[in-house]
């Protein structure tokens, strides 16, 4: 209704072009209430008065014309052709006041909208009831305490990365493999992730075979979080836990057994990340160190095929979409 938004100017307009109505103080024995008639005006037009009406005096409306009411204010709305004309009239004394709007002049929904506050004008220049009424509902919008902003979406965000992890100690596993990860904003300064990781790597063992290790782990992470124009960087704690499991295949299995073993390990760590945004997109590099809790020592012919334990050392690089 953006041209009912505009009536109210347009009326002010009229009355100034048709002279300023007799104001005449209502009676004490006045309760302001007001009685609509609308009379051969475009379907809509009366449920569109009353409506405003309704918004602008609120309980003075008298809910339906059913002859003249004796203690109440009477405002007439009369249509003919292309000319509406409005009435005020009643308790408050005096003689009526009535102006005369074009139709044409409010397009649309706008015209009940405008006969409406034409008529709010024409009664509280009579009536000081209403006059107080729309005082007091103007007063409780100025005052009333703005609603808060609704809360921002979290900026959650969900990718994958390939990554390749190394254990420092002497022959320590070096394995490569993917994650699948997911990041949320905690207010604007700090995140919270966490990623699935999937690793593996294979050791051939002279004259014994071959052994081959999988690493599989989750992580989680709080960070602090710093963004400027499209980079954004984090660094955080937190821990990873998983499961390491090693095979070997016998190059003698006459002479070598080869068995599967499977372990715990994981442990405290330290993650750091940056990305470039590209729209809803980012590339993303990061980087982890950690301390095994466990200690994990496969060998083969008294040979280390494998080693997970002390510190280690990841580096990941992948894309992530904001999903919200």
Known sequence: MSLGRAALPLVCACMAAGGRPAAAQAPATSNGR???EVEGCPAGTAAGVRRVLGVEIGDLL??????ETPDAERLAIRCAGDLASVEAAGLSGGPPTERVLRLDDFPGDAAPRALALLGVALLAARSAAVRDRILRRQTATVTAAPSAPPPAPP?????????GRTFLARGGAFLFGGRLQATSAVRTWGAIGGDLEFAAGREAVADVGQTTAMLMSGAA???????????????GVGGRLGLFRESGRSADPARVVSQTFIRRWGGPIASAGLAATLGRWALTLGGEVGWSVSSVDETAAGVTAFAVRGPWLALS???DLRVR
């Open 34 to 36: 007001v009685q609509l």
């Open 62 to 67: 008298l809910e339906s014309f059913d002859g």
């Open 155 to 163: 900026d959650l965000r969900a990718g994958a990365a390939a990554v």
């Open 221 to 235: 992470t709080l960070s602090l979080r710093a963004s400027r124009a499209r980079w954004r960087a984090t660094a």
């Open 317 to 319: 690089a992948g894309a």
